[in-house]
Structure formats: structure tokens, C-alpha cells
């Protein structure tokens, strides 16, 4: 299968405006599950407000948060498909690009030194591309991720001691989740990366916290960690936008990556209230949207 340029680029604009507008399914369902159990009356408030900010931005086409985040694009190659690389990523920036001026979009994105805005979303290595292969034959993947900067500054790193074992973990995620308070809107998604090294462990973090509400860490030992630290931040209190209350977070998501003997990093990212994210399909038949 041949991949159309121009339909990546068409693409690539119209899922970051997707990912602005439309909140996924399983996140409003989060909504209502907290809301369900939630046992504080001003949490209960706050929680109410942010599902009405979300049925009135849906229902009048607005974006969910003014933050347009730092563009991410994920994408999967499966097996068979004929593209060119370079050319793929420079049709994935030019549809960045145009859904910021076409729509318009605010553009979050500046020079890190001078504080410039092109007002493109782009920069300098943004947008953000992650490149891996699928085994399913003539598909191509986009995945788009606007991640905002109240969710990103919340990112922590902690290469801990092997000896300390999985207590290290516990208490890193924990003091994290303590230490950003209200500061990452929560409910949150809390994303956890164990092992690899320093760099891959951030990648498996940031790719936990954006991974689907519902879905379970591949390894066992993972899924089992998942569930005893979800049930650990939501005793924390911070509550929702750090005002108190039973929740503060959706869920807790791991990924882990084998490490060296005498390493134990772990690794946190957070995701907002506003979990945004929207993916396209390329097969044979055709482009299918989803989330």
C-alpha cells in the first residue's frame, strides 16, 4: 500500500483540531465513574463543572482547554506499506502547521531561548514525531496528542538504588503525585516508566500517561503495581484541581522496559482532566478516525 502525502497532511491537520474538540470516550466515562464514588461535596462541584465544560465545547464546536499543548504525533507502520520517511514527517509538519492557521489555533510553541512564537505550533524538533512498526500488513497509524504544558511540567525522573526495590517506586510515584498538587488539573492520568535507560524511561512514562483509560500494563507484575498505586494517590486527598477530595486521578498506567543490573529508574508523567488525543487509520479501504 502507497501512502497519499497530501491525505497525511489533510490528516495530520484534522486530528489535532479532533484532539482539541472532542474528549475521547473512555475519559468521559472516567468522568463518570469518579463522580459515582466521589464522597466530597466541593469535589463533587468541581467535577460537575469540568462535564459541563465538556458538553458545552463539544457542543459548540470549541476546544475543551485554551492550551494547544506541544503537538505529538505517534506514528505506526505496518507491514507492506510504501513511504518515504522523510517526506512523512515533513507532510505531518505541514498539516501541523495549517491546522494552527487555517482554524485558527492558539500556538503554544516558542524558541526556547528567544521565547519566539512563530505562530505555527512548530519549532524546532516539534512538532514531536515518534516513529515504531505494526505487524498488521497495509495499516499506517497517526496518532495526535496535544499535550499541555500544566500536565507537562509535572514530569519527574529518579534513577533509585536497585537495593531499594519496588518501595523506591512506590514513594517516588507517590511523593510525585503529592508534590504536583493541583498544578496538573487533575483527576489525572499518572504514568509511570520503569527500567531502560534515563531517556527511554521518560519515553515509557509519557507513554503510559496517554495510553486509553481501561487498558492494563502488558506484564503482570506491571498491571498488579498499576492497580496498588491507584488505589494509593486516590488516599491522597489532592482531589480534583487540587481542591480536595477522593479524586485525584483516574487511573495510574506503567510501562516498563528491561534495565542494567545496577539501575532502577523510574519515571512520572501526568495527564490533565482534559486527556486529549485523536488517531487515523490508513488501510487499503480507506482513512477511519478514532481515538
Request: proline share 4%; aromatic share 4%; glycine share 10%.
Amino acid at each position: 500500500m502507497r501512502i497519499d502525502l497530501a491525505a497525511v497532511e489533510e490528516t495530520a491537520k484534522e486530528l489535532y483540531i479532533r484532539a482539541l474538540k472532542i474528549l475521547p470516550p473512555d475519559i468521559k466515562a472516567g468522568f463518570a465513574r469518579l463522580s459515582a464514588g466521589e464522597t466530597d461535596r466541593t469535589a463533587q462541584g468541581v467535577l460537575a463543572t469540568m462535564v459541563t465544560n465538556i458538553r458545552v465545547a463539544e457542543d459548540t464546536r470549541n476546544l475543551l482547554c485554551q492550551d494547544t499543548g506541544i503537538p505529538i504525533y505517534n506514528v505506526r507502520i505496518g507491514r507492506g506499506v510504501e513511504v518515504d520517511g522523510h517526506d512523512l514527517a515533513q507532510a505531518i509538519r505541514r498539516g501541523c502547521e495549517r491546522a494552527t492557521r487555517e482554524h485558527p489555533l492558539r500556538s503554544s510553541v516558542v524558541h526556547p531561548i528567544t521565547r519566539k512564537n512563530e505562530h505555527t505550533s512548530c519549532g524546532i524538533e516539534v512538532p514531536v514525531l515518534h516513529f515504531g512498526f505494526d505487524e498488521r500488513a497495509q495499516t499506517l497509524e497517526i496518532e495526535m496528542i496535544p499535550k499541555g504544558s500544566g500536565s507537562e511540567n509535572n514530569s519527574f525522573l529518579k534513577m533509585a538504588i536497585p537495593a531499594e526495590g519496588i518501595d523506591a517506586i512506590k514513594t517516588f510515584v507517590v511523593d510525585c503525585v503529592i508534590a504536583a498538587g493541583g498544578k496538573t488539573c487533575p483527576p489525572t492520568i499518572v504514568g509511570v516508566g520503569i527500567g531502560g535507560s534515563s531517556d527511554l524511561c521518560v519515553a515509557l512514562a509519557k507513554r503510559a500517561a496517554t495510553r486509553a483509560l481501561g487498558s492494563r500494563c502488558a506484564d503482570s507484575e506491571g498491571a498488579q503495581l498499576e492497580a496498588e498505586l491507584g488505589q494509593a494517590v486516590n488516599l491522597l486527598g489532592v482531589g480534583p484541581q487540587g481542591l480536595g477530595g477522593d479524586s485525584t486521578a483516574f487511573a495510574v498506567h506503567i510501562e516498563l522496559a528491561a534495565t542494567h543490573i545496577t539501575m532502577n529508574p523510574v519515571a512520572v508523567n501526568m495527564q490533565c482532566h482534559s486527556a486529549r488525543r485523536a488517531t487515523a487509520t490508513f488501510t487499503p479501504a480507506g482513512i477511519s478516525f478514532g481515538f
